[in-house]
């Protein structure tokens, strides 16, 4: 390893040594664990670890002064309180600038928070789902007929020309392909917040 070609380290910050990790307040993780209060089979409280479900619960400024000096007001509070994120049924999304990646920059909204100091088009602001405007043209619907109950299929003798489609299922008829929202193939997790460094005994470093 050549030194001299390396970029001068910055310091570290005044952490004490009993850390039980070096994330900063403020991180969010995705947990694959069914999150507890106490002592139960199966279950862990991340809060005795330092780390909060991002469920846009209220807190009190003074018990939790590392993590209101992160957030502040962005997601909502007063005086005396802020509000945790609320990531409950969202997809995160990296902060955008302008509309070169988020198409749907323009149209985003400051987060519903109670009092948030956010900006419409900043973090911690939401946007709506959203289907990109497009066409088919059907000449042959693969799945033949309407299954029954469903509506807005195209019959197969139709002629080819631009349909809007309904409610739609797959060639079996059993599995839905179309309903209320538009959706990658997703798996549910709990998103949790580091709130504050929290040492462990110095047993466990011997």
Known sequence: MITGQMMPVPPAPPFLFERHDWLPVGVVLAFAGTIDTGDSDHRTNVEAWGWMVCDGRKLETGSYPELYAVLGHLYG???????????????????ATDDKVDKGFGERKKNPGPGSTGSKKGLGSVEDGMVQMHEHQYENYPGGGA????????????????????????????????????????????????????????????
């Open 77 to 95: 509070g007063d005086k005396s309180s802020f509000y945790l994120p609320d990531y409950r049924g969202y997809f995160l999304r990296g902060v």
């Open 147 to 206: 299954a029954p109950g469903e509506t807005g299929l195209v019959n197969p003798s139709t002629p080819k020309q631009p349909y809007t489609t309904g409610l739609y299922t797959d060639s079996s008829g059993a599995e839905s392909l179309s309903g209320t929202e538009t959706r990658p193939v997703n798996i549910a997790v709990n998103y949790i917040i580091k709130y504050a460094y929290l040492g462990l005994p110095s047993h466990l470093y011997r």
